[in-house]
């Protein structure tokens, strides 16, 4: 096996955004039933060392792969293109007063400790997440946009901090 194809390749999937994920579990557990060092126990340390070093590509590559933010980042990285998460935090005014609110609501609900304003402030980020994975997936597989997609990115993982935090507050409430 080549070491470096893309995460794609690995998994004979076409370089998308949306991908079959039934597919993808289905090809990790091949991949990994084919190189897993176990399979190499009385190899030489060179083809030990190898099935390791595969095995750990496929991992990664299906943690990339499964999380679609992590897949939106991957496919741009492909293109040779950095979202700049952590130097770029502009974002639309709309957008930003949007986390103004969210942060707030946030803030309200656990100083209330009040779990079904979380749960409804979570299902509001999920939903307003849906709507961006479908921005994501215009702008990377259709409309071929890296300007949208990496704001897209940049926003998305706001939403994805904003809902773990949701989640650990009602855990702590819970």
């Known amino acids: 096996m080549d070491t470096q194809k893309s995460h ?3 998994f004979g999937l076409p370089q998308s955004f949306l991908i079959d994920l039934p597919q993808l579990d289905s090809q990790f557990r091949r991949l990994q039933s084919e190189v897993h060092p176990d399979r190499f126990a009385t190899s030489s340390d060179h083809e030990r060392r190898l099935s390791l070093q595969l095995a750990t590509q496929a991992n990664e590559a299906y943690q990339t792969l499964k999380n679609p933010l992590s897949r939106a980042r991957y496919l741009l990285q492909l293109k040779g293109i950095d979202t ?3 130097s770029n935090t502009s974002m639309p005014v709309d957008f930003l007063m949007q ?27 999920r939903t307003a997440e849906k709507s961006l994975y479908r921005v994501l997936e215009q702008a ?12 897209t ?3 998305l993982k706001f939403i994805d901090k904003v809902q773990s935090e949701i989640e650990q507050a009602i855990e702590t409430l819970e």
Not at 102 to 118: F, I, M, P, S, Y
């Open 99 to 125: 986390q103004m609110e969210w942060r707030e609501a946030l803030e309200e609900a656990q100083a209330a400790r009040n779990t079904d304003a979380l749960d409804a402030l979570l299902l509001e980020l």
């Open 8 to 10: 794609f390749d690995l």
């Open 140 to 151: 990377i597989d259709h409309e071929i946009n890296d300007a949208v997609a990496t704001d």
């Open 153 to 155: 990115v940049r926003k």
């Open 84 to 86: 700049l998460e952590e």
